[in-house]
């Protein structure tokens, strides 16, 4: 528990070389970075003292949303709040656009914790959005 109270991200994050950052952060081995890869946006946290990226989350931005195409953390890595840092970050930057993602049923849950809503539902994928 004290684990995961110490690398989660809090607000506000400041944007700076690509990182990133908040003064709770500056003895932290958790750090999120943020890269342009082609169209898309991709967040990656990484472990500065296993030296390994364990998570990230691309997005893209359209006219009028922006996507969330996926986030992952690695299983290893699962249920110490990585993928609520990795949301974090991404919900900062759907501040002046509405967020859509597609996912597997399974997800639902996970998303709605983040203010997410169904908007289409099929046999296997959910299609969910974020609104402002
Ligand atoms: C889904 C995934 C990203 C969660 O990663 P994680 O680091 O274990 O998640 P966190 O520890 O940050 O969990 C944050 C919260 O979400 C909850 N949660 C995690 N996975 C969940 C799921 N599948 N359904 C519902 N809630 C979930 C946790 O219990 C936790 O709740 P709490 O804050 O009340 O304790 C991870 O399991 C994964 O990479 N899965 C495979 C890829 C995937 O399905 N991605 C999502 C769709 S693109």
């Known amino acids: 528990m004290e684990y995961k109270s110490r690398i989660q991200v809090k607000k506000p994050l400041y944007r700076a070389e690509g990182f990133l950052w908040h ?10 970075s943020k890269d ?8 990656r946290l990484r472990d500065e003292t296993l030296d390994e990226v364990i998570g990230e ?6 006219e009028a949303e922006l996507r969330l195409h996926g986030i ?4 290893e890595h ?3 709040g990585h993928a609520k840092s990795l949301m974090k970050s991404v919900l900062s930057l759907g501040e002046a656009k509405p967020i859509t ?3 597997g049923l399974g997800n ?11 908007t289409e539902i099929g046999e296997t994928l959910v299609h969910m959005q974020k609104t402002l």
């Open 72 to 75: 992952f953390v690695k299983p």
């Open 23 to 32: 003064p709770s952060l500056k003895d932290n081995p958790m750090q999120i």
């Open 36 to 43: 342009t890869v082609g169209l898309h946006t991709v967040y």
């Open 57 to 62: 989350a691309v997005v893209s931005e359209l």
């Open 101 to 103: 993602l597609c996912t």
């Open 78 to 80: 699962r249920g110490r």
């Open 108 to 118: 639902i849950a996970f998303f709605k914790q983040f203010g997410f809503e169904v």
